[in-house]
């Protein structure tokens, strides 16, 4: 069955430090891949998506690129900031009828002024 | 802000107790989902609806009840809960295929 490993948290960082958070996956054919974001007390907010090998997704300052030869979907940004601590989720889907997702097991992520 | 909508934003409830929880969304999305998230933890898929009818049960004991009245609305209904549904309660909703769900900001609930 598919699934969605995430590296070990939490993580704990300055402000405007480099951030990159690796997330690898096992499915067969061709998912699509997602990062959600969980700020405290809120529901999950799409962060980015991509839905073919080699596409790049980006928003609010954070990328990821879908790796297929490493399936991998590693999300980074290149300065962060103390409002960009939450959960990190990433998660993957087939196409399909009911856009099941499989999600890995979150990472926290603090960011200290 | 949400394009999700749940309500109540907390819930605490005996174990003999009815309740509901509600969901609505108008952005014609026509499969809208429930998961379960514990603290910590990633959400658990518990129900999926496509087009107002029951499409996945994920295995989820009877004392929750899904039921999707239109295409916009989706409640869920509680009877004779244990300690250990407390957990906050996710609603999603989606287009059909391939593409991003879109999340409320859950209900909190506790049941004591």
């Known amino acids: 069955g598919d699934s969605v490993t995430q590296m070990e948290g939490p993580v704990t960082l300055s402000e405007e430090a480099f951030l990159t958070i690796n997330c690898t996956y096992t499915?067969?054919?061709?998912?699509?891949l997602f990062w959600y974001v969980q700020y405290p007390g809120e529901g999950l907010q799409l962060l980015l998506k991509?839905?073919?090998?080699?596409d790049k997704g980006s928003n609010k300052g954070f990328e990821a690129t879908y790796r297929k030869e490493t399936t991998s979907f590693h999300l980074e940004k290149g300065s962060v900031q103390v409002s960009d601590s939450a959960v990190y989720f990433c998660?993957?889907?087939?196409?399909?009828?009911?856009?099941?997702?499989?999600f890995g097991k979150g990472i926290t992520l603090s960011v200290r002024p | 802000d949400t394009e999700v909508t749940q309500t109540p934003k907390h819930l605490v409830m005996g174990m003999t107790n009815k309740k509901s929880l509600k969901c609505e969304q108008h952005?014609?999305?026509?499969?809208m989902y429930w998961y379960k998230q514990k603290a910590k933890k990633p959400p658990e898929l518990m129900f999926v609806?496509?087009?107002?009818?029951?499409?996945i049960n994920e295995s989820v004991p009877s004392r929750f009840s899904p039921e999707c009245p239109n295409s916009s609305l989706l409640n869920l209904h509680l009877h004779a809960l244990q300690p250990e549904d407390s957990a906050l309660y996710l609603c999603?909703?989606?287009?059909?295929?391939?593409?991003?769900?879109?999340f409320g900001n859950g209900t909190r609930l506790t049941v004591t």
């Open positions: 991509a839905t073919k090998a080699d």
């Open positions: 499915a067969t054919g061709y998912p699509s």
């Open positions: 952005m014609g999305h026509r499969a």
């Open positions: 999603a909703s989606s287009r059909r295929g391939v593409s991003p769900l879109h």
């Open positions: 609806y496509s087009y107002e009818k029951l499409s």
């Open positions: 998660a993957l889907s087939h196409t399909g009828a009911n856009s099941k997702l499989t």
